[in-house]
């Protein structure tokens, strides 16, 4: 696991503030080793964790003319040797680095891992920055005509001098109105980008302005795979999955972790088998604490321990967010200055992720326990485990199939002939238009927005539920992005590095280039999934149709909700700063809402939810601001 960074100028000169703002911000990548190459109008830098087996003990890596940092995790190492005719003794850094000497940048298709890097060629003079086929590893820059970075830790940009930090307007219209869905290179702010998945950016200085070349080396679902039979399907499909988690286990010695819940079960089942000493781990609260209810995962994850003779630990209902808490000394161990009455997300200077806080206490159970590393499932829902609608075989050309869907669905019933046709005739109206147009989460508060700014966005240009039928097109829209982001950041911040056996280039390829009815079968969603992994899933595993993580009914009534509530709503206020916003937020609509006193059942979710997209608001400005600090 490593932090790389740096910076590339059209002209000479001295960047030490930067220099010191972008190691803080990549520190946590990396303890091990760091070091920089600087020469001219070029900066590299890396802080280096020694992970796996075969990690490199230079950050910084020198081959002819080329000047290289890597963060990898390499699963096809054997194969790379045997093509570079290498030493069994290299390391997997520079492994990689002579490959791609060899033959070049396009490929990386064939590399098997999970990795981001920077390559500087001095006898081009050109500096290129590359990221692996599904972007498990974050790699953000910065460039204009005259100055380009780059870092790990998107934060380590933000406070750079010459950074335009401007924020995206798309996402600040998105986010109060309920789409949420970014692209794949798009940030909060307007002029940082995210390297995109299975790319290369190559940046050189041409009539003294830097100019960049962007090249694709692979793209995800290009052929349509067809076999003979559904046996075939489904034995490729465990083929590839097992293989996926057996290279991640022999790339990473000592112990493993794994999250487990009622649709993850087959992670942790697979990695027990294989052998491995594994720490199992569930978002769930302790069912100590919160009962048994009906359709809990707790149930299905309780059959799993009991058939595998394994033990999961728990959330629990208050988790440590104290200064005390493994993320605040992490921080406060990089030097990091943390102010206690904060809230946390605004303390640790967190990016507007999802399930932040849950995720640390995955990592801090994790380490604990002596695990380095965390097998998630990331992935699986718009991959092998896709919940498919029946509507996607219509979309797909696969009409036999879906009109045979549509005959099932209606098995037993009089007048069966026209209720398929009603079935049909609804899966092709009203659901093709859902599906087709732009969705809007349960989440919007659109009516916060400055009219003047909303009127400049139009519905037509938001993204499309392509979840539940167009994999392929979800993923390029960057679907899989704020999950991906945030495991590396908050894994890197508290010692531990997130594996994601889905999203392993062939699984993923194979899962959405395979016909779309083998995933609905009789109203069975998952269901080649759970056919290609039967023999060894619990009977509630293998049946599960829903699940939750705990009963509503059974956790307990907070009496003192309203008033944590109503503090946190002052937080906001107070944090928002009005001169910054009011170009995109109606203030006179925030203080009507403000003086409001507590909000019935009816509106309680509302109120939550302005309070939630408010909040994600402060934090992009909080970003800004603590990234700007001088440390």
Known sequence: MSGIFGTFCNSIHTQDKNKKKLILWNNAYGRDAKQIFEKNNIQIGCCLQMLATHTTTS???????????????????????????????????ELLLSYLTQFGMSALKDVNGDFSGVIYDENAQTLTLFRDHMGIRPLYYYADNSFMAFSTDIRGLLGLDGVDSSLNEDWIY???????????????????????????????????????????????????????????????????????????????????????????????????????????????????????????????????????????????????????????????????????????????????YINAMALCDSCSCMH???????????????????????????????????????WSSTHGQKGRIFRTLKACKNQLGPKRRTLNGAFCTVFATPEFLNKNFRSHFSEKDMPALHFSYDPIRYIADGGSRNRLDNVALLGAYNNIRYIVPYLDYRVIDFAVSIPRHLYLKNSHNRFIFREAFRDIMPKSLYSVHIK??????????????????????TIVNKKLDRTFWSKYLDFAVIDQWMQKGKPSEEERDHDSFVLMNLFYCVMTQNLIEKTSEKF
């Open 368 to 406: 604990e326990n002596g695990a380095s590393v965390i097998f998630t499932g990331h992935g699986g829902d718009e991959g092998i485990s896709h919940r498919s609608s029946p509507y996607e075989m219509f979309y797909h050309h696969e009409y036999y199939h879906f009109f045979r869907s549509m």
């Open 548 to 569: 939750e993580d705990m009963s509503a009914k059974n956790y307990p009534s907070n009496p003192n909700w309203y008033k944590e509530f109503a503090e946190m709503k």
């Open 59 to 93: 950050p910084i890596l020198h081959m002819n003319s080329m000047y290289a940092a890597i963060d990898l995790l390499l699963y096809n190492r054997e194969e790379l040797i045997i093509k570079c005719n290498a030493p069994t003794s290299i390391s997997d850094e």
């Open 174 to 352: 998105r986010t109060l109105s309920g789409y949420f869905v970014d692209s794949v290179t798009s940030t909060e702010y307007q002029n940082i980008f995210c390297v995109s998945p299975a790319s290369y950016i190559t940046f050189s200085i041409k009539n003294e302005k830097i100019s960049q070349e962007i090249h694709s080396y692979w793209q995800l679902g290009k052929k349509k795979i067809h076999y003979t039979s559904f046996e075939l399907y489904k034995a490729k499909l465990k083929e590839l999955v097992t293989d996926s988690i057996q290279r991640r286990l022999q790339a990473i010695p000592g112990k493993a972790g794994a999250e487990l819940s009622g649709g993850l079960g087959v992670i942790g089942i697979l990695i027990h088998r294989l052998g491995r000493d594994c720490v199992y781990f569930s978002w769930s609260v302790d069912p100590n604490e919160i009962p048994y209810a009906d359709h809990d995962e707790r149930l299905i994850i309780k059959d799993i321990c009991k058939q595998e003779h394994i033990q999961c630990h728990y959330s629990q209902m208050k988790s440590d967010r104290s200064m005390n808490s493994l993320l605040a000394r992490q921080m406060q161990s990089l030097g990091f200055s943390l102010d206690e009455n904060e809230p946390p997300a605004l303390r640790y200077a967190m990016p507007p």
